[in-house]
């Protein structure tokens, strides 16, 4: 778990017009998925959050300008209706109600994708050996949400991953693996020089940070079909149908996005930007060639 304040969300509802009878307001929060568990469709949203704030009146007349605030700590555990589980990580859509005392509902606001819970794995480079001393990233960090679907193949749901499941896989194969593919690809003589840069310019430069997505919208970068050069890679089905596990899908498009980096680093190192297609994408047959080659020799 991160220091509390950073799994506080603070949600301001203002300028309410509050009746001589009162107003009832009520904080709805749920997951923008169903849970994959049951299927995955919106009639399966896991509820994280239901909170109800009555405001009395007793000046007789309407009050203006109120406020209220609702304080919304994600702990390690939720009580969902009758079901105690892990907080999902996913993205959050809320529903916002004012309702009077004649129970009629006098306003109602939603929002979808309203914010992102997700969780993150962080491992040093430097302490493991994997990060060249001349320069490169200091640790790894994987984003992911145990709401979306890891699966080998999209139409196969016995290649689905329960929700309950993602973490174990995350800390014990995939990280792992991970970590044993920089260490390869630095043994046959890449590196990562100290003019590289990560990718993602409004993170820490010292991070070499790989988003596990849906498939589809992702907050850190694009949802590719299988991956993106910054690197993002599809958990989702995706190219991983084409290979015997998983892990063997994301190792494969993770070898070749890592590739990418070492070949930005080169660009940058002899004076480049780090786009390693090159201008009018002149390079790219080059570039994604030998990306394409380093999984087969990889694995």
């Given at each position: 778990m991160t220091n509390a304040n950073e799994r506080t969300l603070h949600i301001t509802v203002n300028n309410l017009?509050?009746?001589?009878?009162?107003?009832?307001?009520?904080?709805?929060?749920?997951?923008?998925?169903?849970?994959?568990?049951?299927?995955?469709?919106?009639?399966?949203?896991?509820?994280?959050?239901?909170?109800?704030?009555?405001?009395?009146?007793?000046?007789?007349?309407?009050?203006?300008?109120?406020?209220?605030?609702?304080?919304v700590e994600f702990g390690e555990l939720i009580q969902s209706g009758s079901r105690t589980?892990?907080?999902?990580?996913?993205?959050?859509?809320y529903d916002v109600t004012l309702v009077d005392e004649a129970t009629i509902t006098?306003?109602?606001?939603?929002?979808?994708?309203?914010?992102?819970?997700?969780n993150q794995s962080i491992a040093k480079l430097s302490a493991s050996g994997e990060a060249a001393e001349n320069g490169g990233p200091g640790e790894i960090t994987l984003y992911y949400c145990d709401m979306f679907p890891f699966q080998r193949d999209a139409r196969d749901a016995s290649t689905k991953l329960s929700r309950e499941d993602i973490p174990g896989f995350i800390q014990t194969q995939l990280l792992p693996k991970m970590l044993t593919a920089i260490r390869d690809q630095v043994s046959w003589g890449f590196y990562w020089d100290?003019?590289?840069t990560n990718p993602r310019v409004e993170e820490d430069p010292n991070r070499l940070s790989i988003a596990l997505t849906d498939g589809r919208t992702w907050f850190h970068d694009p949802a590719p079909v299988r991956g993106h050069s910054n690197i993002s890679i599809n958990v989702n089905g995706g190219n991983n149908k084409d290979y015997d596990t998983l892990t063997d899908?994301?190792?494969?498009?993770?070898?070749?996005?890592?590739?990418?980096?070492?070949?930005?680093?080169?660009h940058q190192a002899m004076g480049g930007n780090g786009d390693v297609s090159g201008k009018d994408n002149a390079w790219r047959f080059f570039s994604e060639g030998t990306a394409s080659l380093i999984p087969s020799i990889a694995q």
């Amino acid at each position: 778990m991160t220091n509390a304040n950073e799994r506080t969300l603070h949600i301001t509802v203002n300028n309410l017009e509050v009746p001589p009878m009162g107003l009832t307001v009520s904080l709805r929060l749920e997951t923008q998925h169903g849970d994959p568990d049951l299927g995955g469709d919106s009639n399966n949203r896991i509820l994280v959050w239901n909170e109800t704030r009555r405001i009395d009146n007793s000046e007789g007349t309407t009050q203006s300008d109120v406020m209220v605030v609702f304080k919304v700590e994600f702990g390690e555990l939720i009580q969902s209706g009758s079901r105690t589980m892990t907080t999902p990580t996913d993205y959050y859509r809320y529903d916002v109600t004012l309702v009077d005392e004649a129970t009629i509902t006098q306003q109602a606001i939603s929002q979808e994708y309203a914010l992102l819970v997700e969780n993150q794995s962080i491992a040093k480079l430097s302490a493991s050996g994997e990060a060249a001393e001349n320069g490169g990233p200091g640790e790894i960090t994987l984003y992911y949400c145990d709401m979306f679907p890891f699966q080998r193949d999209a139409r196969d749901a016995s290649t689905k991953l329960s929700r309950e499941d993602i973490p174990g896989f995350i800390q014990t194969q995939l990280l792992p693996k991970m970590l044993t593919a920089i260490r390869d690809q630095v043994s046959w003589g890449f590196y990562w020089d100290k003019a590289w840069t990560n990718p993602r310019v409004e993170e820490d430069p010292n991070r070499l940070s790989i988003a596990l997505t849906d498939g589809r919208t992702w907050f850190h970068d694009p949802a590719p079909v299988r991956g993106h050069s910054n690197i993002s890679i599809n958990v989702n089905g995706g190219n991983n149908k084409d290979y015997d596990t998983l892990t063997d899908g994301l190792m494969s498009t993770f070898h070749h996005e890592l590739f990418h980096t070492f070949q930005r680093s080169i660009h940058q190192a002899m004076g480049g930007n780090g786009d390693v297609s090159g201008k009018d994408n002149a390079w790219r047959f080059f570039s994604e060639g030998t990306a394409s080659l380093i999984p087969s020799i990889a694995q």
